[in-house]
């Protein structure tokens, strides 16, 4: 069975309503405020929408249901008090003094990331030496132009160290092991 609500309108700025103003199964709304009154019980209770000064948690109906802002309508700028955010269980952290850290399984940036004077980031060889190298990566014909086969880590400095690779284990054809000494095989 439908319910009847009556509404009373208000619109003088500032105008609440009172008990006697307003009765159980009435709303009152206040034009000039754009708010929206209910009684309850012997009190007439506020019913806001203003977001300009939220006095508790505002916590979704759901854990993943709700977004805050979309691609097409973004927030400008987020203050935090706190000194974490929790991003899908990455801890992204601040010491107060503008050095943010990221939680210790680390953060993946996308190839050829740089700083912010342009220089790209320089990438750590997988042999012991931890020199700074270059990947390069290798394709076959049985894989094609889609699959890379191997990536070879070339050493991204021209100094007196060998090239190919961080680990230093390339072979010579006469079956020895290629040494710091020796000449470069490859450079760019």
Do not use: C
Request: aromatic fraction near 6%; proline fraction near 3%.
């Amino acid at each position: 069975m439908p319910v009847a609500i009556k509404i009373k309108r208000f619109e003088t700025l500032g105008d609440v309503p009172n008990t006697s103003e307003l009765v159980d199964g009435e709303i009152a709304v206040n034009i000039a405020d754009k708010k929206i009154y209910v009684r309850d019980g012997s009190t007439v209770v506020e019913m806001t929408a203003d977001l300009s000064s939220v006095a508790e948690d505002i916590i979704p109906d759901g854990n993943g249901t709700r977004s805050l802002g979309s691609v097409a309508k973004r927030w400008k700028d987020l203050f935090l008090a706190g000194d974490t955010i929790n991003l899908g269980g990455a801890l992204i952290s601040s010491d107060g003094t503008g050095q943010v850290s990221v939680s210790a399984t680390g953060v993946t940036l996308p190839t050829e990331s740089k700083d912010e004077d342009g220089n790209r980031l320089a990438v750590q060889g997988t042999g012991p030496a931890g020199q700074v190298i270059r990947k390069v990566p290798f394709f076959t014909a049985a894989g094609g132009l889609n699959t890379i086969n191997k990536n070879f880590e070339f050493n991204s400095t021209i100094d007196n160290r060998t090239a190919f690779g961080d680990s230093h284990t390339f072979t010579l054809a006469n079956g020895s092991d290629i040494a710091n000494a020796d000449v470069t095989l490859f450079q760019f």
